[in-house]
T-cell receptor
Framework: DVKVTQSSRYLVKRTGEKVFLECVQD?????MFWYRQDPGLGLRLIYF???????EKGDIPEGYSVSREKKERFSLILESASTNQTSMYLC??????????????FGPGTRLLVL | RKEVEQDPGPFNVPEGATVAFNCTYS??????FFWYRQDCRKEPKLLMS???SGNEDGRFTAQLNRASQYISLLIRDSKLSDSATYLC????????FGKGTSLLVTP
C-alpha cells in the first residue's frame, strides 16, 4: 500500500510566521505535489517536483516555496503566513510514466488556520 | 476556462437508485482519466481510472467519450455509504481536477 504522510493534521499559526508543512512518501515515487483545497475552488496545484532538488511552479505558487532534498520528502514553506493562506493543504505523490502510473496518492491533509 | 468541469450538485438520491455524473475536459490530448472519491474532511482516494472507452468495478462504471470530451461515472444500487464528493481528473504534468460533484444518498 502506498503511504503518504503529512507532518500535522491541524495547525494554527499567526500572520507573519514562517510555516513548514512536511510530506513523506514510502513508495519511492519520483513525483510529488502540493495542492490546496478551498470550498468552491477545488484542488489547486501550488508546486510540484519530479526529482530531488527539482521543483516546478503550479497554478498558484505565490507566497509559497518548496524544498526537496530527499526523494521521499517534499516540504511546503509559507515564508510569511497570511490569513488568505488558511486552507486544507494536500500532498500527493506518484510514479513516473503514463496510464496507471499517473495515479496520484494523497496524504491525509493539513488544515492550516492563520490568525 | 477550467480544464476539467463538473456539475457541483448536490445530487440527492434515495438508496437503491442509479445516479450518473458527467465531467467535461478541454485537453483533447489527455490519455488518462480518473475518478476520486473524497469524504468530508478527508483526502481524495482513487475510485477508478479510465484509459480506453471505459471501466467497470462492481456497482461503479466509468465511461470515456473522446469525441465529446467527457467522462461519466455511473453508480448503480446506491448505498448510504456512497455519500461523498466525487472528483474527476485528467492527466497532465499533474492531475487536473474538477471541483467535484456532491452526492447524498438518503434512506
Amino acid at each position: 500500500d502506498v503511504k503518504v504522510t503529512q507532518s500535522s493534521r491541524y495547525l494554527v499559526k499567526r500572520t507573519g510566521e514562517k510555516v513548514f508543512l512536511e510530506c513523506v512518501q514510502d513508495m519511492d515515487h519520483e513525483n510529488m505535489f502540493w495542492y490546496r483545497q478551498d470550498p468552491g475552488l477545488g484542488l489547486r496545484l501550488i508546486y510540484f517536483s519530479y526529482d530531488v532538488k527539482m521543483k516546478e511552479k503550479g497554478d498558484i505558487p505565490e507566497g509559497y516555496s518548496v524544498s526537496r532534498e530527499k526523494k521521499e520528502r517534499f516540504s511546503l514553506i509559507l515564508e510569511s503566513a497570511s490569513t488568505n493562506q488558511t486552507s486544507m493543504y494536500l500532498c500527493a505523490s506518484r510514479m513516473t510514466g503514463e496510464g496507471v502510473f499517473e495515479t496520484q496518492y494523497f496524504g491525509p491533509g493539513t488544515r492550516l488556520l492563520v490568525l | 476556462r477550467k480544464e476539467v468541469e463538473q456539475d457541483p450538485g448536490p445530487f440527492n438520491v434515495p438508496e437503491g437508485a442509479t445516479v450518473a455524473f458527467n465531467c467535461t475536459y478541454s485537453n483533447s490530448a489527455s490519455q488518462s482519466f480518473f475518478w476520486y472519491r473524497q469524504d468530508c474532511r478527508k483526502e481524495p482516494k482513487l475510485l477508478m481510472s479510465v484509459y480506453s472507452s471505459g471501466n467497470e468495478d462492481g456497482r461503479f462504471t466509468a465511461q470515456l467519450n473522446r469525441a465529446s470530451q467527457y467522462i461519466s461515472l455511473l453508480i448503480r444500487d446506491s448505498k448510504l455509504s456512497d455519500s461523498a464528493t466525487y472528483l474527476c481528473a485528467n492527466s497532465g504534468y499533474a492531475l487536473n481536477f474538477g471541483k467535484g460533484t456532491s452526492l447524498l444518498v438518503t434512506p
